[in-house]
């Protein structure tokens, strides 16, 4: 299931990788797989922006900010539909988060 359609704040520094597979273990969504001894975001709307990939690496090759995708998206769903809980997440019900 996607949370919220091309608006996560994530990032990875892959110079910045080890590899060591931690963010892969904390993110409760699956958003990273390994590949190549690197870290690789596979699934980017699945993440929920919680942080806890970046709290957990060691490297500091991840980098989001927590909560901002659904401010981006509620925003994004004022311009679109002209009400910010309409659509905003993938509910059908409306509301955010």
């Known amino acids: 299931m996607v949370y919220m359609k091309n608006v996560s ?3 990875l520094d892959k110079d ?8 892969t ?3 409760p969504r699956e958003v990273f797989t390994i590949e190549n ?3 690789s975001i ?3 709307d699945n993440c929920l922006e919680c942080g806890a990939c ?15 995708g659904c401010a ?3 925003v994004k769903g004022l311009l679109k539909y002209g009400d ?3 659509g905003t997440c993938g509910c059908e019900n409306g509301g955010c988060c």
């Open 84 to 86: 910010m809980d309409k």
């Open 9 to 11: 704040t994530l990032k």
């Open 25 to 27: 273990e904390v993110c």
């Open 42 to 44: 596979t699934n980017l």
């Open 72 to 74: 981006a998206a509620m």
């Open 54 to 68: 970046m709290n957990n690496c060691a490297f500091k090759a991840l980098n989001v900010k927590s909560g901002v």
């Open 37 to 39: 001894r690197k870290a």
């Open 16 to 23: 910045l990788c080890t590899g060591c597979g931690r963010c």
